[in-house]
């Protein structure tokens, strides 16, 4: 499947305190790596179109760029928190609420971390 000539594919793992993870392509065949310096922030689950370069570690591997996002991952609020906290520019309170979203996936379970040392961190980074 193509978007715009692109490959797209689903995100199927996103490691954010390393800012890479992987995009199982939906016309199948290997994982391809991707980075944060060639995507943004992603989440699991985001549905993306990209382009294949060169892989920077394995010369048999293409590695994705240009990578765009054509659905972001299906919880809006979660979403939403992270895109305000990046705006902000407190990228370490998104860091770290992207972990709260990893424990707790809905915007309920998010307020129901509220006294948690997580969230008191969160505060703390987007106070300075």
């Given at each position: 499947?193509?978007?715009?000539?692109?490959?797209?594919?689903?995100?199927?793992?996103?490691?954010?305190?390393?800012?890479?993870?992987?995009?199982?392509?939906?016309?199948?065949?290997?994982?391809?790596?991707?980075?944060?310096?060639?995507?943004?922030?992603?989440?699991?689950?985001?549905?993306?179109?990209?382009?294949?370069?060169?892989?920077?570690?394995?010369?048999?591997?293409?590695?994705?760029?240009?990578?765009?996002?054509?659905?972001?991952?299906?919880?809006?609020a979660a979403a939403d928190?992270?895109?305000?906290?990046?705006?902000?520019?407190?990228?370490?309170?998104?860091?770290?609420?992207?972990?709260?979203?990893?424990?707790?996936?809905?915007?309920?379970?998010?307020?129901?971390?509220?006294?948690?040392?997580?969230?008191?961190?969160?505060?703390?980074?987007?106070?300075?």
């Amino acid at each position: 499947v193509t978007c715009c000539g692109m490959p797209v594919g689903k995100v199927v793992r996103w490691v954010t305190d390393k800012g890479y993870g992987f995009i199982k392509p939906e016309n199948g065949g290997p994982d391809v790596f991707v980075h944060a310096s060639e995507a943004g922030m992603l989440d699991e689950g985001d549905v993306v179109s990209y382009k294949l370069k060169a892989s920077r570690v394995n010369r048999d591997k293409k590695d994705a760029t240009e990578v765009r996002v054509l659905e972001a991952n299906p919880d809006p609020a979660a979403a939403d928190l992270k895109a305000a906290a990046l705006t902000a520019g407190v990228t370490t309170a998104a860091l770290i609420l992207d972990a709260i979203v990893k424990e707790a996936p809905t915007l309920d379970a998010i307020v129901r971390h509220e006294g948690s040392d997580t969230t008191r961190a969160a505060r703390a980074a987007a106070a300075v």
